[in-house]
């Protein structure tokens, strides 16, 4: 079965400082792995996904996540926080049916500090 | 412009009420989803719908059923509200593939008293 693993529920950093947030999967295929962001009383939007071609994955806000299936990992990086990023961050993979439900990582809260 | 619409951004309502969550999407998506959202829980899947009348069980049920009528609508029942049901309610929908995005509606938090 596939699964996800977000280390750190909550991520405190600096307004400028680098931003990481770390996502291991599990799965016995290769994965298709998303990453979405919940501003405070909205929904999940769509940061960026991996389906197989790029290991390096753009995604919008300058947000960016590499996908090392050495280390089953897709985590989630910016070089310089802004205050607006403050927000939940959820890494999903998606189970490979033609439904393609997404399981969701437990969510990483991110802080930004002035 | 995807949109994923809920009809209710909060809702309050009496422990033993039946509560109807509403979804409609406009994109023409096949597979729609309803999730709960608890904190240090993330997102777990109550219900899916991958065609009209077609719908199975995610990791939740149990309190839980819902209703796909028409392609573009996906509603959520709870058939006699308790108090643990308090929660936010995400609908989503998406293309057939595993690889496609979902979509998600802006929430629903529900109180139930």
Redesign the interface.
Known sequence: AQSVTQLGSHVSVSEGALVLLRCNYSSSVPPYLFWYVQYPNQGLQLLLKYTSAATLVKGINGFEAEFKKSETSFHLTKPSAHMSDAAEYFCAVSESSNTGKLIFGQGTTLQVKP | DVK?TQSS?YLVKRTGEKVFLECVQDMDHE?M?WYRQDP????R?IY?S?DVKMKEK?DIPEGYSVSREKKERFSLILESASTNQTSMY?C?S?V????????????T?LSVL
């Open positions: 994923v951004r597979n989803f240090g829980l993330g997102l899947l899916f991958y995610g995400l989503a998406k057939g593939g595993a690889k496609n995005i979902q979509y998600f509606g802006a929430g938090r």
